[in-house]
T-cell receptor, first 119, second 110 residues
């Protein structure tokens, strides 16, 4: 299957600093990417939908100024957690779909996730 | 998107078939059923999907009832590496954003 690469896999940062997470589709073009957050023993919660060349769409309750999303190309989306706090510590996961496939009948491909710890 | 109901946990002996049920009684005619799984501390992995017909691939089989109100994911010969949380998702095309419920935590034991 198609590959989505997420980097870094783990990051520890100090409170108040910013952290950037990259999500790349390695062998396909992704018009749309999705960003999720997952707390321990909980399910994945959609944070935002990232569209190439336009502004991201954020889910209710997700601060767009805190979680900056940039989708500058068809193979790269970035999530920047600004002014991170300990409560932002979580598992962040990106997902992408192949723009070349019929929209209705394709699976989403997921990155391996980024474990963020804010100390 | 239609909601799904899955048992919170199941267990299975290694080498035996694991049958994971999912109820989606409000599914509409053009919604697909997708299955993903998430092994601890990894991103979700696509398993299989279908619309009406039963589907089989190298990982699993998907059995969808005739009325499409429920489905079963079958792992024919479960291994310890199949221990994971399994998510059943139904979704429309055109606005398909994978939205995850609680899933079923499958534990495969020796």
């Amino acid at each position: 299957g198609a590959v989505v690469s997420q980097h870094p896999s783990r990051v520890i940062c100090k409170s108040g600093t910013s952290v950037k997470i990259e999500c790349r589709s390695l062998d396909f073009q992704a018009t749309t990417m999705f960003w999720y957050r997952q707390f321990p023993k909980k399910s994945l919660m959609l944070m935002a939908t990232s569209n190439e060349g336009s502004k991201a769409t954020y889910e209710q309750g997700v601060e767009k100024d805190k979680f900056l999303i940039n989708h500058a190309s068809l193979t790269l989306s970035t999530l920047t957690v600004t002014s991170a706090h300990p409560e932002d510590s979580s598992f962040y996961i990106c997902s992408a779909r192949d723009r070349g496939e019929p929209w209705a009948n394709t699976e989403a491909f997921f990155g391996q996730g980024t474990r963020l710890t804010v100390v | 998107d239609a909601k799904t109901t899955q048992p919170p946990s199941m267990d299975c002996a290694e080498g035996r078939a694991a049958n994971l049920p999912c109820n989606h009684s409000t599914i509409s005619g053009n919604e697909y059923v997708y299955w993903y799984r998430q092994i601890h501390s990894q991103g979700p992995q696509y398993i299989i999907h279908g619309l009406k017909n039963n589907e089989t691939n190298e990982m699993a089989s998907l059995i969808i009832t005739e009325d499409r109100k429920s489905s079963t994911l079958i792992l024919p010969h479960a291994t310890l590496r199949d221990t994971a949380v399994y998510y059943c998702i139904v979704s429309l095309g055109g606005s398909y954003i994978p939205t995850f419920g609680r899933g079923t935590s499958l534990i495969v034991h020796p």
